[in-house]
């Protein structure tokens, strides 16, 4: 997975209040932007951040749908967004665009209402073929599920904690038949217990997973849980760039993490980005369903 040549990323820092509160993990709380009525303060907020990482899965994503459909034998599939805040990834993969587009997009609806602006980005969808994916999300933010799902960014939404609780029935029921389960940047915020609640909901199905995990957090413990599930996981090729820091205090607590844990910074977070890394988890019993070349393809995918 290329760096997309974004390491160098001086001019993004510092770009919030340089006594922004940093959450338990080192990274800067966001809480303000995740749950509002509608995603232009989050989108505002990740534009001055730089935030590129869903642009990233989108290539992932687009070269193991028509897989998945082929091996499967099926017209139309369903995608489990975990964390999925406003519906990023489906507006990205149901409008083609990228998340620079989406920041204009945002920016330039700063006057209108709620409702138009929903009604914006449903047109938006409609401007391009429906990709042949139901999506479904995941998130702990009801306003954001909301959102997402009246925009049409979603087709439904599991509003829930799932490192706290089980899912009940309904919600179950929501999330049987996933072909592909996704994240972007959930992983630390929330670990095993959804991840794992999430795929034992679809287990009868068998759905593949990809993960966009920083790297300040361990991706281990999720491993072994799906190895005990009979997956098997790789890591991408390198790299993905995320986001600039915050503040500088949040460079250098993170940076303090790494080292501290035994990861090299040097050439990365060092140069003032947050990076994360690629997890592919498939059935063992798949590991052969795409060929070595193309896997590797899906591995090293940029932006």
């Known amino acids: 997975m290329a760096n997309t040549g974004q390491t160098d990323c001086a001019a993004g820092a510092g770009v919030m209040c340089p006594d922004a509160p940093l959450d338990e993990s080192g990274k800067v709380v966001l809480d303000h932007v995740y749950n509002q009525r509608d995603p232009r303060a989050y989108f505002g907020v990740l534009r001055e951040l730089s935030y590129r990482i869903p642009d990233a899965a989108q290539a992932v994503i687009r070269r193991l ?12 599939l369903m995608l489990i967004d ?16 990228t998340m620079d587009w989406l920041f204009a997009h945002y920016a330039g609806h700063a006057r209108c209402d709620r409702s138009e602006l929903i009604a914006s980005d449903r047109n938006l969808y409609q401007l391009k073929p429906l990709e042949p994916v139901a999506i479904v999300g995941v998130d702990i933010a009801a306003n954001a599920c909301a959102y997402a799902h009246e925009s049409g960014a979603v087709d439904a939404t599991v509003t829930a904690n799932l490192e706290a609780h089980d899912l009940t029935p309904s919600q179950t029921a929501v999330l049987a038949g996933a072909d592909l ?3 972007t940047g959930f992983i630390g915020y929330g670990g095993v217990r959804t991840i794992t609640r999430i795929l034992d909901a679809s287990i009868a ?8 995990v920083m790297r300040l957090f361990d991706y281990a413990p999720i491993k072994v849980a799906l190895a005990a599930r ?5 890591r991408g090729s390198a790299p993905v760039f995320q986001r600039v820091f915050a503040s500088r ?10 080292v501290q844990s035994g990861c090299d910074p040097t050439g990365l977070e060092d140069r003032n980005g947050i990076f994360a890394e690629l997890y592919v988890s498939r059935p063992a019993e ?18």
């Open 82 to 97: 975990v964390g999925c805040s406003y519906g990023v990834t489906g507006q990205l993969l149901r409008s083609g665009r």
């Open 205 to 212: 199905n068998r759905p593949w997973m990809v993960h966009f």
């Open 230 to 234: 009979g997956y098997v996981t790789s």
């Open 249 to 258: 205090s949040e460079e250098r607590e993170i940076v303090r993490r790494l």
């Open 65 to 76: 749908l028509p897989v998945l459909a082929r091996a499967r034998k099926r017209d139309r």
């Open 286 to 303: 798949e590991r052969h369903l795409i060929d070595a070349d193309e896997f590797h393809q899906i591995l090293t995918s940029d932006q």
């Open 181 to 183: 389960i996704v994240s």
